[in-house]
């Protein structure tokens, strides 16, 4: 099939990525490829992703990532969104004028304009992965318009509990969970002496930074964190000040590639995920498991579909940050084996590419 794979356009699909979906998307790309299908990816400029082909977007640096740490927020109507939205008008009118070129279009953007402005493409299917729970009004009541008019729409999302966030708004046709390259992740069978915690995801309220550092310091563990700073003003006055406080107990590794961070998640006693927003996957969480690390995270949105208890790692009731750090000698009783087993059987890159494949064929006649 010939491919067209939209990416979101706050942030360049390079290493280190931005997040989960920059990752997956190249993931997908590189897998579709492999398996015979002509792919173009359109990304914000510069973007590289090693064999797939690149349309390059111009974006001004007016466009950049929006936050989810309030529930249910809009989104302000600033220079940025303007700018990104007649970006996307732009885009969905070529690849309509270019619809000979592609049997589909999938895309990867969880903004207002990628939905509206995709409804111009009327030759070929259109296919959006949400990679976000429904936290954007403006996203919900324009998915509900959509399902309201029967626009040829096809949704998939990642989890049954993001799903379920959309169930007010608009039918989801699939779930697909995502997929990791397991024979690009090392498996690290054995731990090092002392070995520390890790946090690892973007520096935003979201994300449980700030639970991470008072579980490991209850636990009497040094802490890794490795992501990068998402939201400034909340590292600057929450995260930072912390940082100082700890010394040597907590290390800021900053935005790490890939292997880097796989590395350091293989010599890790175990990853923190206290989250607090419902996740809508947890690609860390996997990619931890992945090289034998087990996961403690707070049970809520995904974790109880990615983390099995007692078996790959604990699941701990929201905000339970004592109980989340009585949890962490635990850790040593979980065989490492077990995670990369778990995450070959469940959340390989392969079982991915086939749930897409799927999809993509009962839309092309």
Known sequence: ???????????????????????????????????????????????????????????????????FSKPQQERQADIGFFAQANLFLELFLKLQQRSNAFDLVHIHAFDWPAFACSTLIQSIPVIHTLHLPAVSPEINAALHVLDQQGHPLTLVTVSHACAYTYADYT???????????????????????????????????????????EIAEKAGYRLLIAGGIYDKPYYEQRIEPKLQAAGERVTYLGLLERLALWKIMGQSLGLLFPIEWDEPFGLTAVEAMATGTPVIAFRRGAAAEIIRHGETGFLVEPGERDHAAALVDDLYDIPRIHCRTYVEEHFGLERMLDAYEQVYKALVK
């Open 171 to 213: 039918p989801i046709d699939a779930i697909i969970y995502n997929g990791l390259d397991l024979n690009a992740i090392p498996f690290k069978p054995r731990l090092p002496a002392n070995p520390p915690l890790l946090f690892a995801g973007r520096i935003a309220p979201e994300k449980g930074v700030e639970a991470a550092i």
């Open 1 to 67: 099939m010939r491919i067209a794979l939209v990416a979101p356009l706050v942030s360049p699909i390079a290493q280190p990525y931005l997040g989960g979906a920059q990752a997956l998307l190249a993931d997908l790309g590189q897998g579709l490829l492999q398996r015979g299908h002509q792919v173009t990816l359109f990304a914000r400029d510069p973007s590289f992703v090693l064999g797939v082909p690149i349309e390059q977007v111009s974006v001004p640096e007016s466009v950049q990532p929006a936050t």
